[in-house]
């Protein structure tokens, strides 16, 4: 409790660097790097912006997923090593199926996919995992929300897309507090369609879509200073209804002003699972 109260007195904001894009029109498109490499960018102009980010940790218990497309939670594991992937299929899949149903009131969840990451160059390259991303996005667009659908779940993907459904993602560090490059997150209030520019991610195996994202001075940002094993961030990066509702969540890794010396290297694992209503 008195750690919880520590974190919560945290500065009620700080100033960090974010990574936006200025769209000119030419394409944009990621390549991504095989396990344990660095993925290679090109399209759209960088936009680094200075910009305030708001200490979540006092306000956790105000957010709501169809409101401000994330929730920050307490969130205990079963899990004994992430490194281990027969683990993550056997013990966390399950867990976040029941987690997301929890949070979201879902009839059904299909996690499809997860993603180890870590800030230190020699354990990313050593345990064949992806680096944190250090740019505005958002994981899914218009057209690649149910493009995955039919990928994954073709049999069923036409009668599945015809009622309501959303993509949603469960973000945690995996051993030490986050010390570095933590996770910063926007309100999906103050996300406009204007700022939203498609991005391909190009892989060996596919051709995806994402949103890149351009500066937005409404853009509101929160941050959870030392995420610890057992809290968790669940947000929407797709939701097929358009009343209103979230429907996607900027989010970037950010250079924490308040790092210090010698901090531990971020780890982190993100899941990504559909959630049909």
């Given amino acids: ?37 660095r993925d290679g960018r090109s399209g759209a102009t960088p936009d680094p912006r200075r910009v305030v980010i708001h200490n979540g940790r006092p306000h956790a218990a105000e957010f709501a997923l169809e409101r401000d497309g994330f929730r920050f939670i307490r969130h205990d594991t079963r899990m004994a090593d992430f490194y281990d992937e027969d683990e993550i299929r056997r013990v966390y899949y399950p867990e976040m199926e029941a987690l997301i149903k929890a949070e979201s009131g879902c009839r059904r969840v299909h ?66 507090p986050v010390e570095t490059f933590p996770l910063a997150i926007a309100d999906a209030r103050s996300l406009s369609p204007q700022n939203l520019v498609i991005s391909e991610r190009r892989a060996a195996e596919r051709i995806g879509q994402t949103y ?19 809290e968790a961030l669940v947000f929407k990066t797709y939701e097929s209804m358009t009343d209103g509702r979230a ?17 531990r290297p971020r780890e982190s694992i993100e899941i990504r699972a559909f959630a049909f209503f």
């Fill in 1 to 37: 409790m008195a750690q919880t109260a520590e974190l919560d007195a945290a500065a009620d904001t700080i100033e960090a660097t974010l990574n936006y894009i200025i769209s000119d029109g030419s394409p944009v498109f990621t390549i991504v790097a095989s396990p344990g490499g």
């Fill in 111 to 176: 996690v499809f996919d997860h993603t180890l990451r870590t800030a230190d160059d020699d354990i990313r390259e050593s345990k064949k995992i992806r680096e944190v991303v250090r740019r505005v996005h958002n994981d899914y667009t218009e057209k690649s929300g149910p493009q995955r659908v039919r990928d994954l779940l073709p049999a069923e993907a036409d009668e599945l897309i015809k009622r309501r459904f959303a993509i949603i993602q469960v973000w945690r560090p995996i051993r030490y």
């Fill in 212 to 230: 890149a994202i351009t500066y937005n001075p409404a853009h509101q940002w929160y941050w959870f200073p030392q995420m610890r094993r057992e």
């Fill in 247 to 263: 429907r996607w969540t900027a989010h970037t890794a950010f250079e924490d002003p308040a790092t210090p010396p010698n901090a």
